[in-house]
C-alpha cells in the first residue's frame, strides 16, 4: 500500500482497503496542489465531506479558510445571500450589509455539498464565480473579486439533472473538471467488517461497556446486506445494537431486528434508488405517490363501518352500501389547497358517524403526509437527508414540512 494513501486514511479516520476508495484518495492528493475544481460524486453516506477535507489540507490553501456549505439546506430565498453576501435593505430583514461565503473564504477552498439542488438563479452565479472569479452582492451594483477553490458534491446524476432542466450543463462541465467517484458500501467487500469493529469499539470505549462480537453467521449476513444508508446507516446500526442489546454477542436474528428488510418497504411514500434521485421540484408529488395506500386504509374503513353497524344491530340502506362497496374512493384534487379527498357519496349521520366532513378530516392527506413523513424520520434516526433521498424531494422541502407539521421540535 502507498505509505502516503495510508498516512492520509489514518488522519481522516477513514476505514478500508477497497481499491475504488483508494483510487478515490489518490485522486484527491494528486489534485490537491492545483486550483482545478472537483466533482464528488457518491451515494448519501458514503463519506464524501473527507475528500475536500484531503483536497484543501494537501493543497497551498491549507492556512486559509475552508467553509462547507449544503445547498440542500438553506432556503432558496436566501441562499444568494448565503453564498454572494448582501448590502443593507436588500431585502426585508437586511438591517446591514453581510460578506457571503465567498468573500470569507477568499484564498481558501469552499465545498459546496449537494450541489444539485442549488437553484437555477444561483447555478448562473456559481457559473460567473468559476469563470471569472467575479460575483455581485445580492442588493449591489459593484461586481467583487474573489480567490476560492471549488469542490462540489452530489449524490444526485446530475446528467440526468441536466435532461431534466434542472441543472446547467455548463456549470456541470465546469465543476466536473476532475471526478472524484465514491463507491457504496456494499461494493467495498471486507471494509463492511473493517467498519464494524472501529464503530463497536469506539461505542463501547465512549460508554464504557464491553464491546459487541458477531458469530460468523451474523457476519455473513452483515456483508450480504445492500446498506442503503452506506457508512453512515451501518454507524447508526452499530451504536444501536451496542446499547439497545444486552447479550455482546450478536447473532444473524438480532442483527436482522435492527436491518431494514430489502426490497420492501412500510412507507408507500419511498421510492426505488433510480426515483430517489429525482428531485420534484413541487411537494405535492409525496401526496399523489400517497394516493394509491389509501385504498388500503378504506377498506379497513369498511370493514370498521360494517361490524359498527352489526354490533348495534342496525340495516344498512343502499346509499351505505353503495358508499362502502365502493372501492375507487374518487378523489377530486383540489390545486388551491394541494389535495383533499372529497367522497362520491354522503355518509349517513348516525350517533357514530356524524357527517362527511367529520369523515374528511380523519383521512385528510395533509394527515397522511405528516404521518408518512413521520414514518420516513423514524425509519433514518431523524436524518434529513435520507429522508428527503427516500421521499423523492429536496432537503430544503423536508425542512420546510417539518416546521410546517411541527416535526422539527421533535427531530
Not at 211 to 222: H, R, S
Not at 358 to 370: T, Y
Request: glycine share 6%.
Amino acid at each position: 500500500m502507498d505509505p502516503k494513501i495510508q498516512s492520509v486514511k489514518m488522519r481522516f479516520s477513514i476505514i478500508g482497503n477497497n481499491e475504488q476508495l483508494e483510487r478515490a484518495i489518490d485522486i484527491a492528493m494528486q489534485v490537491a496542489p492545483t486550483d482545478l475544481s472537483v466533482l464528488i460524486t457518491g451515494e448519501s453516506g458514503v463519506g464524501k465531506e473527507n475528500f475536500p477535507q484531503i483536497i484543501h489540507q494537501n493543497s497551498a490553501r491549507k492556512h486559509k479558510r475552508y467553509i462547507a456549505v449544503n445547498c440542500g439546506a438553506i432556503p432558496e430565498g436566501t441562499i444568494d445571500s448565503e453564498l454572494f453576501g448582501h448590502e443593507k435593505g436588500a431585502f426585508t430583514g437586511a438591517i446591514s450589509s453581510r460578506n457571503g461565503y465567498f468573500a470569507e473564504a477568499d484564498g481558501g477552498t469552499i465545498f459546496l455539498d449537494e450541489v444539485g439542488e442549488l437553484p437555477p438563479a444561483t447555478q448562473a452565479r456559481l457559473l460567473r464565480v468559476l469563470e471569472s472569479g467575479e460575483y455581485i452582492k445580492v442588493g449591489s451594483s459593484q461586481v467583487q473579486k474573489t480567490d476560492v477553490r471549488i469542490v462540489a458534491a452530489t449524490n444526485v446524476k446530475l446528467q440526468e439533472a441536466i435532461a431534466d432542466g434542472r441543472f446547467r450543463e455548463d456549470l456541470f462541465y465546469r465543476l466536473n473538471t476532475v471526478p472524484i467517484v465514491i463507491p457504496p458500501l456494499r461494493d467495498r467487500g471486507n471494509d463492511i467488517w473493517m467498519l464494524f469493529r472501529k464503530f463497536a469499539a469506539d461505542c463501547a470505549d465512549k460508554y464504557k461497556m464491553p464491546t459487541i462480537q458477531m458469530t460468523d453467521e451474523a457476519k455473513e449476513v452483515l456483508l450480504h446486506y445492500s446498506w442503503p444508508g452506506n457508512v453512515r446507516q451501518l454507524k447508526n446500526i452499530t451504536e444501536q445494537i451496542s446499547i439497545l442489546e444486552s447479550s455482546r454477542e450478536i447473532t444473524p436474528e438480532i442483527l436482522k431486528r435492527y436491518l431494514p428488510a430489502q426490497n420492501q418497504t412500510n412507507l408507500p411514500a419511498l421510492t426505488t434508488q433510480q426515483q430517489s434521485q429525482n428531485s420534484f421540484e413541487n411537494e405535492r408529488e409525496i401526496l399523489y405517490k400517497v394516493l394509491f395506500d389509501m385504498r388500503k386504509d378504506m377498506t379497513d374503513l369498511k370493514k370498521l363501518v360494517n361490524d359498527l353497524m352489526e354490533e348495534q344491530n342496525m340495516p344498512m340502506t343502499d346509499n351505505q352500501a353503495n358508499y362502502l362497496n365502493n372501492t375507487d374512493y374518487n378523489m377530486v384534487i383540489h390545486t388551491d389547497n394541494m389535495a383533499k379527498p372529497t367522497p362520491r357519496n354522503r355518509i349517513m349521520e348516525h350517533e357514530h358517524i356524524q357527517d362527511t366532513e367529520e369523515w374528511e378530516e380523519l383521512i385528510s392527506l395533509g394527515d397522511v403526509e405528516r404521518n408518512h413523513i413521520l414514518k420516513a424520520l423514524k425509519r433514518f434516526d431523524g436524518n434529513r437527508k435520507q429522508t428527503a433521498e427516500a421521499l423523492g424531494i429536496s432537503e430544503r422541502t423536508i425542512y420546510r414540512k417539518m416546521k410546517e407539521y411541527g416535526l422539527d421540535k421533535d427531530f
